[in-house]
């Protein structure tokens, strides 16, 4: 078989170009004959608007060395144009150009139709407040919107990827899984997919994104990219996330309350009512708030704490707490059982609006703590307190952490603190400034902590505090940052002071006062390694370093 039997039967374009002004063909083969009718040069099988250009692409390579290179160019073919890729081979010394010439007009539609895809999604998008990027599957890689670009905080010089994003911070780690879950769906040719995360944004604050995307695929089925929408849900989804948690906590506390009472705010109805009214109540009391409460004041409630529950249940003070801000409202106050004795009971209030209707409900749910509320009346009367910062003294303190942790089927979290330095302090100010800014810091930090928690000082520069029931849900580190940041400020401008943290979490942690005491001074002493004001939750594999 010669050498031209040979190139015909090969299934693309080949030519032998000379270097001349007009390209002269010294060779082409069945291919180019078939499809081009014989041309004479180059320009014979170029749309001549596209021509110049072309031929000034290919002069810019004739610089004298060999060189390869490759263009593209519509060629004609009778009445119709068609997309061809020109790969070129440039050989100087014999001032010919070797080339292969591919029809790659499917390839082009397919990549204008894609074109306008992105922009039909893109400006879609835009009119719905969505943001977008896409997805290049082959290469892992997105582009980002302009919109986009604004909204997220990254490197505009690095290549972004999914595990881009989680290393630089812009997925929350309680997100993370979901987010990468995402985009494993994308590569493994999932038609469409979404998902709800919370990202990063400019301002540095997360927020909830619901994401969609729309897969785009080869002719072959092979997934090639994915249009990705992003819309801000976050107040529509942390409504239905305090609705859904309050809801199942409710559940829960149903099971031995004395009254639970749902109440739409707005219609003013009472929706559910279970305990002490369900066989109680008579005719005569409407289905009104005050209708019922007035009620539950004459029968249930002790008489010196009457004016007090009505003016706590009352619904437009339960309005105004709401616009307020305050959602959460808790009432102590005594009850009168069936046989007149007295008894404490806990009125706790969660105010919420319903996600899905706009209305305003109250979640009323009144509990007995007769025993807890006189241990803790006991324990205040015989308790002693610091006599230099008026915390609970260092007995008082562990008494009333044991206790609490005694039987306990909350969640709570025990920090150990001091203050950083503290003896160079006093050497360098004395003992009295010493005193002052213990004295200061103590009540800064009492200021944030809420009326239930406990907090004491062991002794000299040592703190301890119990978080009590605290949501899993709890920016835990946040809370940290703050206590560490109102000791810093106690004794400004006058001096600048400081203090470290050490936590454990009950049951996590230890069950009993000793172990979350022992757990939470390791913490303490890994803060305290890092430097000043610093902070660490206890984690499994912690030590004291051995003597």
């Given at each position: 078989m010669?050498?031209e039997?040979f190139?015909d039967?090969?299934p693309c374009?080949?030519?032998?170009?000379k270097?001349d002004?007009d390209?002269?063909?010294?060779?082409?083969?069945?291919a180019i004959?078939?499809?081009?009718?014989?041309?004479?040069s180059?320009?014979?099988m170029?749309?001549?608007?596209e021509y110049?250009?072309l031929l000034t692409e290919?002069?810019?390579?004739?610089?004298?060395?060999?060189?390869?290179?490759?263009?593209e160019?519509k060629?004609?073919?009778?009445?119709?144009?068609?997309?061809?890729?020109?790969?070129?081979n440039?050989?100087?010394?014999?001032?010919?150009?070797?080339?292969?010439?591919?029809?790659?007009?499917?390839?082009?539609?397919f990549?204008?139709h894609?074109r306008?895809?992105?922009?039909?999604y893109?400006l879609?998008?835009?009119h719905?407040?969505?943001?977008?990027s896409?997805?290049?599957?082959?290469?892992?890689t997105?582009?980002?919107?302009?919109e986009?670009s604004r909204?997220f905080?990254f490197?505009?010089?690095?290549?972004?990827?999914?595990?881009?994003l989680?290393?630089?911070g812009i997925?929350?780690k309680?997100?993370?899984?979901?987010?990468?879950?995402?985009?494993?769906?994308?590569?493994?040719?999932i038609?469409?997919g979404?998902?709800?995360?919370?990202?990063?944004?400019?301002?540095?604050?997360?927020?909830?994104?619901?994401?969609q995307?729309?897969?785009?695929?080869?002719?072959?089925?092979?997934p090639?990219?994915?249009i990705?929408?992003?819309?801000?849900?976050t107040d529509?989804y942390?409504k239905?996330?305090a609705?859904?948690?309050?809801?199942e906590?409710?559940?829960?506390?149903?099971?031995d309350?004395?009254?639970y009472?749902?109440?739409?705010?707005?219609f003013?109805?009472f929706?559910?009512i279970?305990g002490e009214?369900?066989?109680?109540?008579?005719e005569?009391?409407?289905?009104?708030?005050?209708?019922i409460m007035?009620?539950?004041a004459e029968?249930?409630?002790?008489?010196?704490?009457?004016?007090?529950?009505?003016?706590f249940f009352n619904?437009?003070?339960?309005l105004?707490?709401?616009y307020?801000?305050n959602?959460?409202l808790r009432?102590e106050?005594?009850?009168?059982?069936?046989d007149?004795?007295?008894?404490?009971g806990?009125?706790?209030?969660?105010?919420?609006?319903?996600?899905?209707t706009?209305?305003?409900k109250?979640?009323?749910l009144i509990?007995?703590?007769?025993?807890?509320k006189r241990?803790?009346?006991?324990?205040?009367?015989?308790?002693?307190?610091?006599?230099l910062?008026?915390l609970?003294?260092?007995?008082?303190?562990?008494?009333?952490?044991?206790?609490t942790?005694k039987n306990s089927q909350g969640?709570?979290?025990?920090i150990?603190?001091?203050?950083?330095r503290?003896?160079?302090?006093?050497?360098?100010?004395g003992?009295?400034f010493?005193?002052k800014?213990?004295?200061?810091?103590?009540?800064?930090l009492k200021?944030?902590?809420?009326?239930?928690?406990?907090?004491g000082?062991?002794?000299?520069d040592e703190f301890i505090?119990l978080?009590?029931?605290?949501?899993?849900s709890?920016?835990?580190?946040?809370?940290?940052?703050n206590?560490?940041s109102?000791i810093?400020?106690?004794?400004?401008?006058?001096?600048h002071?400081?203090g470290?943290l050490?936590t454990?979490?009950?049951?996590?942690?230890?069950t009993?006062?000793?172990?979350?005491y022992e757990?939470?001074?390791i913490?303490?002493?890994?803060?305290?390694?890092?430097g000043?004001?610093?902070y660490?939750?206890?984690?499994?594999g912690?030590?004291?370093?051995?003597?």
């Open positions: 010669n050498g039997t190139l039967r090969i374009g080949i030519l032998k170009l270097t002004e390209l002269t063909i010294l060779y082409s083969n069945q004959k078939a499809l081009f009718q014989t041309p004479a180059l320009q014979d170029v749309c001549e608007s110049p250009e290919i002069r810019s390579h004739l610089t004298g060395e060999a060189a390869s290179f490759e263009l160019f060629a004609k073919i009778q009445k119709s144009c068609i997309w061809c890729s020109l790969q070129l440039y050989i100087p010394e014999e001032e010919i150009l070797y080339c292969a010439i591919s029809d790659i007009t499917c390839m082009k539609k990549q204008e894609l306008i895809r992105e922009e039909q893109r879609a998008s835009r719905s407040g969505c943001l977008v896409i997805y290049d599957i082959p290469s892992r997105l582009s980002p919107s302009p986009f909204t905080p490197p505009y010089t690095q290549p972004l990827s999914p595990e881009f989680i290393e630089n997925v929350h309680e997100s993370v899984t979901d987010f990468l879950d995402f985009y494993d769906d994308m590569e493994k040719g038609p469409e979404k998902c709800i995360t919370r990202l990063k944004i400019c301002s540095g604050d997360y927020h909830w994104f619901s994401s995307y729309s897969l785009v695929c080869t002719e072959e089925q092979k090639l990219r994915g990705i929408s992003y819309q801000d849900i529509q942390e239905e996330l609705y859904q948690k309050w809801m906590y409710m559940r829960e506390q149903k099971k309350c004395i009254g009472y749902e109440y739409n705010l707005k003013d109805l929706e559910e279970i009214m369900t066989q109680t109540m008579p005569y009391v409407s289905n009104s708030f005050s209708s007035n009620y539950i029968n249930h409630i002790f008489e010196e704490d009457r004016e007090m529950f009505l003016k619904k437009n003070q339960l105004y707490h709401y307020r801000g959602r959460s009432l106050h005594r009850r009168i059982r069936p007149s004795t007295v008894y404490w806990i009125g706790m209030v969660q105010i919420v609006s319903d996600p899905y706009d209305t305003i109250a979640f009323i509990k007995d703590i007769d025993a807890a241990e803790a009346l006991n324990l205040q009367e015989l308790s002693k307190q610091d006599s910062t008026g609970l003294n260092r007995a008082t303190a562990i008494h009333a952490i044991r206790n942790l969640h709570h979290i025990l150990m603190l001091d203050i950083d503290f003896k160079q302090l006093n050497d360098n100010y003992h009295q010493g005193d800014a213990l004295h200061r810091a103590a009540s800064r200021s944030a902590l809420r009326r239930d928690d406990i907090f000082r062991l002794g000299g505090i978080l009590k029931d605290v949501a899993y709890m920016d835990l580190y946040a809370r940290l940052e206590l560490c109102l810093g400020s106690a004794l400004e401008p006058e001096a002071i400081s470290s050490g454990a979490a009950y049951p996590e942690d230890g009993v006062f000793e172990e979350l757990k939470a001074d913490a303490l002493y890994h803060a305290k390694k890092h000043r004001s610093q660490a939750v206890y984690e499994p912690m030590s004291m370093p051995k003597l």
